[in-house]
C-alpha cells in the first residue's frame, strides 16, 4: 500500500534540529561557537557528531580531550539508545531547538557506555536486530541471512540509504503465510520518572481468538499506569518518534512500520503538559 | 532469577554453573563476576550470548532477559572469551 510505504518513509528521515554547547567548565583556547546539526531520529549520537566533535575540538588543547559524551539538563545521554528515543524521553515538549551539552572530561561510567569507534556502534545496532528477531521469528529470518546482508543493513543506517536499509529489512517484517504477525512483539516502554530502565516482556500481536492485540492492549497488559482510567483524565502521553499512535492501531502494524531500524518499537510514556 | 552459564570453546568452565541472581542485576554486573570467578584480567574480555545468537547490551537487566528467553524457570547464557556468534 502507497500510504504504509510513506510511513517508513517518514519514520526514516524524521530530523531533530539540535544547538550543540560547549559545557562552560571545559578548557578552551578560544571561545566556542554553539554548533548547530540536523540530528536523525533513527540514528545513535556517536554516529552523527563527528562535525561536532571536530568543531569543539579546533578551540580545545589536544590534552584536554578525552571521550566525547552529552548532556541534556544534567541527564547524561545514553548514546546507545536512538536519538528520537532520547528527544521523546527528555525534551519533546520544549522548544526546539534541542540543548545538548558537549563535554570532554569526567566521563560518568555508571551512567553511559564507553563508544572507542564506530565498531561498538555496529556490534550494538546487530545485537539489538539480531534480539528483536529472536523474538520476532525465533531468529531464523537473521540465521539464514548472509553477513554481506547484515552489512548492508548498517551501512544504510550510517549512510543514511533508506532503499538499501529496507531491501534487506522488508525480510525481517515478513512473516510466514499461515500466521497472521510475528511470534512476539519486539517493544520497550521508558519512562523518565522511574528507577527501571525500560520494560521489556513477551507479548503476542494476536489474541488466541485470532484478533490483533492493539497499542492499547500492550500498555494495558505491561504498563497500566500509561493508560487513564476510564473516568479520569489521560495524564501521560504515549510517544513513538514524536507523535501519539492511536491506542487503537494494531501492534503488529506499529512493530512493522514503526519500529527503529533496529526493530524495536521503543515506546515513551512522559507526562502530558498541562497548559 | 536463576541462570545457567555454559562455556564455549576453549573458554575456562566455571566449576559452579547454575547462580541465583537478582532480576536487576545487569550484563556488565554478571561479566565482571565471572572474569573474578575465573580469575581473568578485567582487560580481558568477556562476550555472554542469549539463546546463541545475540549478545545483549551491558546496561541489560538479567530479569528482563529471563523474561523474554529465559525457559524451564532458568537463563541459559553463553558465555565466550571471543566473539562466537557476532
Redesign the interface.
Known sequence: MTDDKDVLRDVWFGRIPTCFTLYQDEITEREAEPYYLLLPRISYLTLVTDKVKKHFQKVMRQEEVSEIWFEYEGTPL?W?YPIGLLFDLHASNTALPWSITVHFKNFPEKDL?HCHSKDVIE??F???I??AD??KHK?QV??EMQKKD?KQLWMGLQNDKFEQFWAINRKLMEYPPEESGFR?IPFRIYQATTE???I???FRPIASGGQLHTLGDLLKDVCPSAIAPEDGEQKTQVMIHGIEPMLETPIQWLSEHMSYPDNFLHISIIPRPTD | VDVLLKAVGDTPIMKTKKWAVERTRTIQGLVDFIKKFLKLMASEQLFIYVNQSFAPSPDQEVGTLYECFGSDGKLVLHYCKSQAWG
Open positions: 545514553k546507545h557506555l556490534a550494538h546487530m545485537a539489538c539480531k534480539e529472536a523474538l531468529s537473521i540465521n547484515h512476539y527501571r530502565p525500560f521489556q516482556k513477551l
